[in-house]
């Protein structure tokens, strides 16, 4: 069964500082992965997705996420963040059963830049 | 022009009361989902709908129930509320093929139940 694991539940940065946001994921099949943000009192918005090709895969607002298969890894890294960037992050596997389609979640990174 | 809204953004409520929650998506797409975040932000499925059919039903209380009158819409229905169901209820669209496309989500639901 797919699954996802968010090795940090908590990462405090300095602004401007790089910072990397760790997942690895299981599965037996192809996979599509998804990073998605959290801001307070909001939705989840889509940073970023891996279906296929390229491997290092750039995202909105300055992030990018390398795809390592053999690592079975989706990293997602920010070379400078700012306040702005504080959120909840959400590393995700898409999911094809007989049941349907589903995203399948990590437990979240919450992120913390600070002055 | 929002894409995926819900309403109401807050529910509060008293144990043994029946409530809704209502979604609407303008995107055109064919799968819904309802995804419950509890209080320590983790995001769990709980239905979805394709073209009004049930897809995915997981293990959710029976007193649950999803509602799809047609596409666009997917709402919740929650009977005889307990404590353990205050959560943020999220709903969620994506395309046919939305095995490779994301999904786009509502700004959610707030239910506390006291």
């Known amino acids: 069964a797919q699954s996802v694991t968010q090795l940090d539940s908590q990462v405090p940065v300095f602004e401007e500082a790089p910072v990397e946001l760790r997942c690895n994921y299981s599965?037996?099949?192809?996979?599509?992965l998804f990073w998605y943000v959290q801001y307070p009192n909001q939705g989840l918005q889509l940073l970023l997705k891996?279906?296929?090709?390229?491997?290092l895969v750039k995202g909105i607002n300055g992030f990018e996420a390398e795809f390592n298969k053999s690592q079975t890894s989706f990293h997602l890294r920010k070379p400078s963040v700012h306040i702005s960037d504080t959120a909840e992050y959400f590393c995700?596997?898409?999911?094809?059963?007989?049941?349907?389609?589903?995203?399948?979640f990590g437990k979240g990174t919450t992120l913390s830049v600070s002055s | 022009d929002t894409a995926v809204s819900q309403t109401p953004k807050y529910l509060v409520t008293q144990m043994g009361n029946d409530k809704s929650i209502k979604c609407e998506q303008n995107?055109?797409?064919?799968?819904m989902y309802w995804y419950k975040q509890d209080s320590k932000k983790f995001l769990k499925i709980m239905f979805s709908?394709?073209?009004?059919?049930?897809?995915i039903n997981e293990t959710v209380p029976n007193r649950f129930s999803p509602k799809s009158p047609d596409k666009a819409h997917l709402n919740l229905h929650i009977n005889s509320l307990e404590l353990g169901d205050s959560a943020v209820y999220f709903c969620?669209?994506?395309?046919?093929?939305?095995?490779?496309?994301?999904?786009?989500f509502g700004n959610g639901t707030r239910l506390t139940v006291t």
């Open positions: 969620a669209s994506g395309g046919s093929s939305s095995y490779n496309s994301p999904l786009h």
């Open positions: 599965s037996s099949v192809s996979v599509y």
């Open positions: 891996y279906l296929s090709g390229s491997t």
């Open positions: 995700a596997v898409s999911v094809l059963n007989q049941a349907g389609t589903a995203l399948i």
């Open positions: 995107l055109g797409h064919d799968t």
């Open positions: 709908y394709n073209n009004k059919e049930l897809i």
